[in-house]
């Protein structure tokens, strides 16, 4: 049949007046331009074809997997590839009396047609990440970097496959001269090699998720993605800041997962009580102090207990200092301690205290321990803020002074 055609645009050349050679010439341009353009109209046939059926096939698909194919232009670049083959199949007929011409067509359809079949197979690579995504696994080991290599060695290979067709030998050959060069490829990629090694260890000792809220540097967020060379975090303000994958194996960094996945999240923070305002507790005191619900019973009982004490030692208590006595700040930890053992918004089942820290010149610090029930940001420090609220203010009322740098 297309010798037909051919030997028809001939027989108009050559009517029209041309030699047989401009005839021959003129007749098989025209029909490797014929032979371009049906394949470029087969490419858009397919691809209506493929819009009117296998796309609404897929999209009126309940199973969601089969969506990605679509995203992914993996059916659009198998549409791309039969043209490009029947190019191929039907060129050597096309262009018989030319074959250096049609050696030089034939070399470039083959080219392209390793690089459609690259980006076909690169395609379904993607898909089949875009699956595991879709599960909960995916969060706990990420395989991006994993995929990426992939893709690297599949784009690598295609090239030494193009270029050992360029060069007509065999692609063990290609692969024998690159293996002396394996310094220079090794000094070349170090940092992707670097980066593969790191998002490895990464994953097999689940160093990192994504989600996770880490902290490293400039970095204080949660991670959006773990891939080959890079880690990528979006700090609280928004921003983002990228790791190298590498640099988290290699340097230390803050992951806060172990809180989000226990059962609080801690507060951990000192007022510092004025020495000058620590003192003994006198009997009107401590009858002031007894009026206050949350340690009415603490200071009877402990103040009971001192009694009985010093009577047992035969301690002569005309002397304060003899003997035991209460202290406003000893009453004030016992009351903060009663107060936080009293907020439900705290975890009761977490280590909860309150506990008197070194002395410094900013004056003694006391420091409340306790793990808030909600570990959602903005309400965790609300909890936090409401419960200094109350301590800085109930200081007061315990003869206490909070110390302040004048």
């Known amino acids: 049949m297309i010798e037909k055609y051919i030997d028809i645009l001939k027989n108009l050349n050559s009517r029209i ?11 098989e341009t025209t029909a490797t331009l014929s032979l371009l353009v049906l394949s470029i109209g087969i490419f858009f046939l397919l691809k209506y ?3 009117k059926t296998v796309y ?3 999209q009126k698909s309940t199973n969601k997997y089969d ?4 995203k992914n232009k993996v059916i659009g670049r198998i549409c791309l590839l039969i043209p490009a083959m029947i190019c191929a199949a039907l060129l050597p007929e096309v262009l018989p009396d030319y074959p250096d011409t049609a050696a030089f067509l034939m070399k470039s359809i083959r080219i392209f047609e390793i690089a459609i079949f690259t980006m076909i197979l690169i395609s379904l690579v ?3 990440e875009d699956i595991y995504n879709t599960h909960e696994m995916s969060k706990l080991k990420p395989i991006t970097g994993l995929v990426q290599v992939i893709k690297i060695v599949i784009s690598v290979m295609a090239g030494l496959i193009v270029i050992a067709f360029l060069l007509n030998t065999s692609i063990n050959t290609i692969l024998i001269s690159l293996g002396t060069m394996s310094a220079v490829v090794m000094l070349i990629f170090q940092d992707t090699i670097k980066g593969f090694v790191g998002s490895i260890q990464l994953s097999i000792n689940d160093m990192l998720r994504i989600g996770d809220w880490i902290v490293m540097g400039p970095a204080d967020g949660n ?8 880690v990528k975090v979006q700090n609280w303000d928004n921003t983002i800041t990228t790791i190298p994958t590498y640099a988290l194996v290699s340097s230390p960094f803050t992951n806060w997962r172990g809180m989000s996945e226990s059962g609080g999240r801690r507060i951990a923070r000192t007022i510092n009580i004025d020495v000058n305002t620590i003192r003994y507790c006198t009997p009107e005191m401590l009858e002031k102090y007894k009026h206050y619900a949350l340690i009415k019973d603490y200071v009877t009982q402990k103040q009971e207990e001192i009694t009985e004490y010093n009577k047992a030692n035969r301690i002569d208590t005309s002397e304060i200092m003899n003997g035991r006595q209460q202290t406003n700040l000893g009453i004030f930890r016992a009351y903060i301690k009663a107060y936080i053992n009293n907020n439900p918004k705290l975890n009761h089942n977490l280590t909860m205290m309150v506990r008197q820290m070194q002395a410094t010149e900013f004056g003694v610090p006391l420091q409340i321990y306790a793990f808030s029930s909600d570990k959602r940001w903005i309400n965790y420090e609300e909890i936090q803020s409401d419960i200094f609220d109350h301590i800085i203010s109930a200081a007061t009322m ?3 002074r909070i110390y302040q740098k004048h």
Do not use: Q
């Open 223 to 230: 991670v959006l993605e773990i891939n080959l060379t890079t």
């Open 126 to 128: 993607t898909t089949l």
């Open 56 to 58: 609404k096939i897929i």
């Open 398 to 400: 315990f003869d206490l």
């Open 49 to 51: 074809i493929a819009k």
């Open 17 to 27: 007046g041309l030699s047989e050679d401009l005839s021959t010439g003129f007749a």
């Open 67 to 70: 969506d990605l194919l679509i």
